[in-house]
Antibody, heavy 123, light 109 residues
């Protein structure tokens, strides 16, 4: 079965950076996109961007393009989310999610989700 | 930037039909999905491509999208259906974007 296992919780100081991971298994990694979504405490979901598991192409939300970088290691079936210049407002649970399909109308449908990684930014 | 709006809360009695709306300008021209999130858990996809159910999602979940409003309907609501529901809209014409609604808390009482 499809599994997305994320790295553990992080505590960072303002201005620092953090890199969190999402290891995929149970499907052909290169056939799907992996997205990152965040959820601040008590708030809704915010889409950050995606990476193609095949080509490595990326697309970022305009609101976060200066904040996040998404990369992958195909040999390890793992994608990474780099967050820079952290602020208290970046405190949130960060989720990775796999696309429903590799086709255009399923690319942005988030079918399988990781368990989430809590990033806390505090001085 | 594009926005979609949901009511903050909806209440429904067990066995009755619950309805959650999602509104946005010409939303019917975009693709919508719906996600269910229980407290402390990751979201679960319940509807995609406006009205399709992924494998494993009960038939009591249905949806539509037309005009400015997408609607999620839960027939014969059960206690396990409680939680937050988020609509998602996306469009790849021009600069691709994905937006989520603010979420609707469904209470089964």
């Amino acid at each position: 079965q499809v599994q997305l296992v994320q790295s553990g919780a992080e505590v960072k100081k303002p201005g620092a950076s953090v890199k969190i991971s999402c290891k995929a298994s149970g499907y052909t990694f290169t056939n799907y996109a992996l997205h990152w979504v965040r959820q601040a405490p008590g708030q809704s979901l915010e889409w950050l961007g995606w990476i193609s598991g095949g080509s490595g192409n990326t697309k970022y939300s305009q609101a976060f393009q200066d904040k996040v970088t998404i990369t992958k290691d195909t040999s390890a079936s793992t994608v990474y989310l780099d967050l820079s210049s952290l602020r208290s407002e970046d405190t949130a649970v960060y989720y990775c999610a796999r696309s429903f399909s590799g086709l255009s109308n399923g690319w942005y449908v988030l079918h399988h989700w990781g368990q989430g990684t809590l990033v806390t930014v505090s001085s | 930037s594009y926005e979609v709006t949901q009511p903050p809360s909806v209440s429904v009695s067990p066995g009755q039909t619950g309805t959650i709306t999602c509104s946005g300008d010409k939303l019917g021209d975009k693709y919508t999905s719906w996600y269910h999130q229980k407290s402390g858990q990751s979201p679960v996809l319940v509807i995609y491509q406006d009205d399709k159910r992924p494998a494993g999602i009960p038939e009591r979940f249905s949806a539509s999208n037309s005009g400015d409003t997408a609607t999620l309907t839960i027939s014969g609501t059960q206690a396990m259906d409680e939680g937050d529901y988020y609509c998602q809209a996306w469009d790849t014409n021009g600069v691709p974007y994905v937006v989520f609604g603010g979420g609707t808390k469904l209470t089964v009482l």
